[in-house]
């Protein structure tokens, strides 16, 4: 079977034309690899668009194996054609082939032959949606879950309260108390788009990047020193699409990916509009 043919039974290329698959596969290049080798890391930006035609790729995800790819198969595809930084690593586990296109050449490829690039774009389109098909049946198992763990500690508190006090109902009931605390729906966080950014300038004139948002608590990039002298007062302006607000809180945590900063209470005019910018946001992430 020829590999245009092998291409015709993938859901990217289904629907494309055989003459105008073999346009599109005469962009490519044949690229082999020795088996060990790493074609991609998290966090770098995708210069190529490839397709396994022969081998087998390992997909791993924090050193666990989540996927053994095997011909004919798109290597990380969404990276590729979105310029979405890489969540994973890709390796080689045996000499494997591939065809390689870069993405620049593929997206001239496509402004030039607009009849190809529309059905590749549309059979995307599908997979993506397939995707987040998939992907919301998974986090409504998920919440259902969360639910019913919530309410069987909520009862397990209850109990703990009701019955007579030992060494260990102080500690079970503070354990359960933040626990159910950290699973209320308010401390759930969301991250802004780079279509819908904010950032919050501080009184030196400085801009750090939002990186996350919840009812109650920022997360912003950079460290606290950069951000405030006083980790127990920090105040500066959230810019956001939507307009601008003050916001005045403390830090009360700080990692490699970032500052988290618990928020005092807003005046019910700028609640208003950090309410309306998070919910904008969740609408990002959610299919109606």
Not at 77 to 94: D, K, V, Y
Not at 148 to 157: A, N, V, Y
Request: charged share 25%; no cysteine; proline share 3%.
């Amino acid at each position: 079977m020829s590999i245009v043919h092998e291409l015709q039974a993938l859901p990217l290329f289904q629907g494309i034309s055989e003459g105008h698959l073999k346009e599109l596969v005469a962009i490519f290049k044949t690229v082999t690899h020795k088996g060990g080798t790493v074609l991609f890391r998290p966090g770098e930006i995708a210069a190529t668009f490839d397709i396994l035609t022969s081998g087998e790729v390992t997909i791993e995800e924090e050193g666990a194996v989540r996927f053994q790819l095997r011909p004919v198969a798109p290597v990380g595809e969404l990276g590729s054609l979105t310029g979405i930084p890489r969540s994973t690593t890709a390796t080689t586990t045996s000499g494997a082939t591939l065809l390689s296109v870069p993405v620049d050449t593929l997206h001239a490829f496509f402004e030039k032959r607009g009849e190809i690039g529309f059905a590749f774009y549309k059979n995307l389109l599908h997979v993506v949606s397939d995707k987040v098909g998939r992907d919301r049946r998974r986090l409504d198992e998920m919440r259902s879950n969360l639910i019913r763990t919530q309410k069987s500690m909520k009862q397990m508190r209850e109990t703990v309260l009701a019955a007579k006090e030992t060494d260990i109902s102080k500690p079970l009931f503070e354990t359960l108390d933040t626990l159910i605390e950290n699973n209320r729906r308010a401390n759930y966080r969301v991250s802004p788009t780079q279509a819908y950014a904010s950032h919050v300038r501080l009184d030196s004139g400085k801009l750090a990047a939002v990186l996350e948002v919840s009812q109650g608590y920022l997360k912003l990039e950079g460290s606290a020193p950069s951000l405030t002298n006083d980790r127990s007062h920090w105040a500066g302006v959230m810019v956001m699409p939507t307009g601008e607000i003050l916001v005045s809180g403390s830090i009360v945590r700080e990692d490699e990916g970032g500052v988290v900063v618990k928020l005092d209470t807003l005046v019910d005019e700028f609640k208003a509009k950090l309410d309306d910018y998070t919910t904008r946001l969740q609408l990002l992430d959610f299919v109606v």
